[in-house]
């Protein structure tokens, strides 16, 4: 039984497709489009799972959308009509947008796949992801806490994974929201929403936390983790164009100056950054720590977008009694293709899990001969080596003259990280590597971090393990 599973109109469309319950191939379309964020219809990441599963559309069992457009459309409506008239700009844009695409996901995907409309499926978008983490996950039972910016009406839920099943026992709902809260500090700090989070949590280190007591001014957090904001500091819920309210900004001060977000590292929003990530933390521990106390498991899946913070996971890992945390590499939203597969073939068609995701190399592979052919089609300059061994002394040779690399191995990664199938190499003995490095990136950031790539055995002398 073949299950595709797939995510878009949001930000990060994916397709990933599953063989009576193994899932085979995952991508997001910006691999293919080379669009970051792309959001339109996965066409090429649908067209790459189909071939790496050796069927073709007609051949598909089910195909499962990761939401549910209309309740998703009746949370927008519902929001903007509380707001309104202020929300006017936010009616008009989701009346343009909804009405004329992305209510009709059902008759895209049939006209797109021609496949029959029966074999077209819903999934909730946070069982979505609670069945991307429990799914994947090597657990037989687990707790399973989900926490993104928002689905339809949830932005975060509780619950549990037994065997097949997964049973979601509570939610926490739209405007109150973990990610949207990031999210509005992302933006108060120059990044862009739903692409310079990560950003945020590698300016964080630099900082203190000296703004706790602001940022609670703003939210107000329980102990069982669940949180409220107060809606006067934010506009996300009536604009379509700005997330914070001018209270806010009265409160925290200007906007970071996006001229000046490049170049410098104002120790201010380096401060701010540090604490709303504290208080991100402190909200994901609460929520971590009374997930155990309701389920008493040992075990913790996790994923939506704010599993992508992996700081907060760390502390999660040494501040609550969780022995064991698997966190699917694809958190966000393009992980949601993998979970609503999944969910599909185990919570609706009871097939038994075979699976589990020990790794996040789902993408596509180019073969030798299709990379010579694109070397010598584009006039690239290139070496061929006789040996795998041969390539890596060449690439030790390389870094060790204090050189960048570009490694290109193997599938490529599923989920935002690069792990070393697509990575930049430096050495990281060098000072000035890290400026290096930056230099040849296009617009990163001096504080953007690096991810050091160390044998397992040596992992120790490195890491507070
Ligand atoms: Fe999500």
């Given at each position: 039984m073949h299950v595709l599973g797939l995510s878009f109109f949001y930000h990060d469309s994916a397709a990933a497709i599953v063989k009576d319950g193994v899932l085979l191939a995952a991508a997001a379309e910006?691999?293919?489009?080379?669009?970051?964020?792309?959001?339109?219809?996965?066409?090429?990441?649908?067209?790459?799972?189909?071939?790496?599963a050796g069927v073709t559309a007609a051949d598909l069992d089910y195909v499962v959308f990761y939401e549910k457009p209309f309740v998703k459309f009746e949370r927008i409506l519902l929001s903007a009509l509380q707001t309104f008239p202020r929300s006017w700009k936010v009616f008009r844009e989701?009346?343009?947008?909804?009405?004329?695409?992305?209510?009709?996901?059902?008759?895209?995907?049939?006209?797109?796949?021609?496949v029959e409309r029966k074999r077209i499926l819903f999934a909730d978008h946070h069982m979505s992801h609670a069945a991307s983490a429990f799914y994947c996950s090597p657990f037989e039972e687990a707790a399973i806490l989900t926490v993104d910016g928002a689905g339809e009406w949830s932005t975060a839920t509780m619950g549990v994974g037994k065997g097949s099943t997964i049973r979601i026992d509570r939610e926490m709902r739209f405007p109150h929201s973990v990610g949207l809260l990031y999210s509005a500090f992302t933006a108060f700090c120059g990044f862009e929403v739903n692409e310079g989070e990560y950003k945020l949590m590698g300016m964080a280190p630099y900082g203190k936390p000296r703004y706790v007591d602001k940022v609670k001014e703003v939210v107000k957090i329980a102990g069982d983790g669940s949180i409220w904001h107060d809606m006067s500091y934010f506009s996300y819920h009536w604009s379509p164009d700005s997330t914070l309210s001018r209270k806010f900004t009265d409160l925290f001060g200007p906007v970071r100056d996006l001229a000046q977000v490049d170049k410098t590292l104002d120790p201010y929003y380096a401060d701010v950054a540090a604490s709303i990530q504290a208080v991100t933390e402190e909200i994901l521990i609460a929520m971590a720590n009374h997930l155990h106390r309701e389920t008493g498991l040992k075990r913790l899946a996790m994923a939506g977008g704010c599993a992508l913070n992996c700081v907060a996971n760390d502390k999660i890992r040494r501040a609550t009694p969780f022995k064991e945390i698997y966190v699917q590499p694809a958190a966000g939203d393009?992980?949601?293709?993998?979970?609503?597969a999944l969910w599909a073939t185990h919570a609706l068609l009871g097939q038994p899990r075979r699976f589990v995701m020990e790794h996040a190399y789902w993408g596509?592979?180019?073969?030798?001969?299709?990379?010579?052919?694109?070397?010598?089609?584009?006039?690239?300059?290139?070496?061929?080596?006789?040996?795998?061994?041969?390539?890596?002394?060449?690439?030790?040779?390389?870094?060790?003259?204090?050189?960048?690399?570009?490694?290109?191995?193997?599938?490529?990664?599923?989920g935002p990280r690069a792990l070393g199938a697509r990575s930049i190499l430096g050495d990281p003995r060098r000072a000035e590597m890290k400026d290096v490095v930056n230099a040849k990136i296009k617009f990163r950031e001096a504080f953007r971090p690096f991810a050091p790539s160390v044998l397992v055995e040596n992992a120790h002398e490195y890491f507070d393990l």
């Open positions: 910006e691999r293919f489009s080379r669009l970051k964020h792309d959001h339109g219809f996965p066409a090429l990441a649908v067209e790459f799972c189909l071939r790496e989701s009346m343009l947008t909804w009405l004329t695409d992305k209510l009709w996901v059902k008759d895209l995907i049939r006209e797109r796949l021609k393009d992980g949601g293709a993998v979970g609503a596509k592979e180019y073969g030798e001969d299709a990379i010579l052919d694109f070397l010598k089609r584009e006039g690239i300059p290139h070496v061929r080596c006789a040996s795998d061994e041969q390539a890596i002394d060449r690439a030790v040779d390389t870094l060790l003259k204090g050189e960048v690399i570009g490694w290109y191995d193997g599938r490529f990664e599923w």
